[in-house]
């Protein structure tokens, strides 16, 4: 499941939904009433409708968010990556894409971007890892030169460094630029290939050299099929035409990363799971089209009884994945909670058509965000 790091809250507010309450049973006994959930801080920060993307940058990210949908999960470029990391995430501007490609900032060619998209895996035990970009350009012409400048900022960053170059690999296309070089005791591939008016950058890492090289190829192989649906770009500029955002716990402006307060599609958002393709199923069956990403996270069913199947499914994948069964919220037993690593803690709640999941560093705090977002969800 996805990793968050923890994160401050300012302020400390006490919120009860509703009033305890004792009444009698018929025999005269004391009965205890439903009492209120325990919604600690979080009741206080139920998030806000998104704005319409109006801004560039708004309408950057929205469009990357949108890309997203169309990006080869690493799962199905090698089994073993499924230790999903950052970063995953959008790319809207040179100051993100460093992130991922070292000196980019100091490329003008570059900087022609208008929106991009990096997944980011690894399998620690086998020493393999992936980080594949998908940068989108006005045109052909902008992501040739961007590709050309890409590889020479490349070729510099390597220079002195143990390794054999530029190299050609089976399923690559010609016109790719694939350089190699050995970092400590591993072996580094990049791919930068043009498709259209898109740059697909594959960076793989792997104990041998040929292995590193077959990931880069499926990665290019699995992506071009991708690119090459993508179809004419939605201009609809509403981030969450379903207002799903409403339904999560709101992180505060200073502690808000990149992939924060989105609104994702039902591919998008596997993307962001260990095993993407299995979620992606999971979500299909369950009519889920959009996830909204925030402090807690919010999914869309198509219906109660869907929206409980994916809870199950969620469940099952803390299950299946080692994690330890924890106490429910107070008055909220119809969440699970989970432990996992002993650290981490997580809880999952259907409400309605609406499926809620929370995770914290303690207990308590999954408990009190997943009671504020199953009240938020119950009032959608």
């Known amino acids: 499941?996805?990793?968050?790091?923890?994160?401050?809250?300012?302020?400390?507010?006490?919120?009860?939904?509703?009033?305890?309450?004792?009444?009698?049973?018929?025999?005269?006994s004391p009965?205890?009433?439903?009492?209120?959930?325990?919604?600690?801080?979080?009741?206080?920060?139920?998030?806000?409708?998104?704005?319409?993307?109006?801004?560039d940058a708004a309408w950057a990210r929205l469009r990357a968010v949108r890309l997203a949908d169309h990006i080869v999960f690493p799962i199905d470029v090698e089994p073993e990556l499924t230790r999903v990391k950052f970063p995953t995430m959008p790319i809207v501007a040179e100051t993100n894409l460093t992130f991922v490609i070292d000196g980019a900032d100091s490329v003008p060619e570059l900087m022609a971007m208008r929106h991009g998209y990096t997944v980011a895996a690894d399998d620690?035990?086998?020493?393999?890892?992936?980080?594949?970009?998908?940068?989108?350009?006005?045109?052909?012409?902008?992501?040739?030169?961007?590709?050309?400048?890409l590889a020479a900022l490349e070729s510099r960053k390597d220079q002195g460094r143990q390794g054999e170059g530029r190299l050609r690999v089976d399923g690559m296309p010609d016109s790719s630029v694939v350089d190699h070089v050995r970092v400590g005791g591993s072996n580094?591939?990049?791919?930068?290939?043009?498709?259209g008016a898109y740059i697909v950058v594959t960076r793989a890492r792997a104990p041998e050299q040929e292995h590193a090289e077959r990931i880069v190829a499926r990665a290019y192989t699995e992506q071009a099929k991708l690119i090459?649906?993508?179809?004419?770009?939605?201009?609809?500029?509403?981030?969450?035409?379903?207002?799903?955002?409403?339904?999560?716990?709101?992180?505060?402006?200073?502690?808000r990363m990149i992939y924060d307060r989105v609104v994702r599609g039902r591919r998008a958002e596997a993307l962001h799971h260990s095993n993407g393709?299995?979620?992606?199923?999971?979500?299909?069956?369950?009519?889920?089209?959009?996830s909204a990403t925030n402090r807690t996270r919010a999914h869309l069913a198509a219906s109660p009884r869907q929206a409980q199947g994916f809870r199950d499914y969620v469940t099952a994948?803390?299950?299946?994945?080692?994690?330890?069964?924890?106490?429910?919220?107070?008055?909220?037993?119809?969440?699970?909670?989970?432990v996992s690593g002993g650290t981490r803690f997580s809880c999952v709640v259907a409400v309605g058509r609406y499926v809620g999941e929370a995770s914290g560093g303690t207990l308590l705090s999954a408990q009190q965000q997943i009671s504020a977002a199953y009240t938020f969800l119950s009032q959608m």
């Open 1 to 28: 499941m996805r990793s968050r790091v923890s994160r401050s809250i300012g302020a400390t507010v006490a919120l009860v939904a509703a009033a305890s309450m004792t009444a009698c049973a018929v025999d005269g």
């Open 31 to 55: 009965v205890r009433a439903p009492s209120a959930l325990d919604v600690g801080v979080y009741g206080a920060l139920r998030e806000s409708a998104l704005p319409d993307a109006t801004t």
């Open 124 to 149: 620690q035990a086998s020493d393999i890892g992936l980080n594949h970009t998908v940068l989108a350009f006005a045109g052909d012409r902008a992501a040739d030169a961007a590709a050309t400048a």
């Open 188 to 195: 580094r591939v990049t791919g930068i290939t043009v498709a």
């Open 228 to 255: 090459s649906g993508v179809g004419p770009e939605d201009t609809d500029r509403n981030p969450d035409p379903t207002g799903l955002i409403r339904g999560t716990v709101a992180i505060l402006d200073k502690d």
């Open 277 to 290: 393709p299995r979620a992606l199923a999971a979500m299909t069956t369950a009519g889920i089209t959009s």
């Open 317 to 338: 994948a803390f299950d299946s994945g080692g994690a330890k069964r924890a106490d429910s919220p107070r008055d909220l037993s119809t969440a699970s909670c989970f």
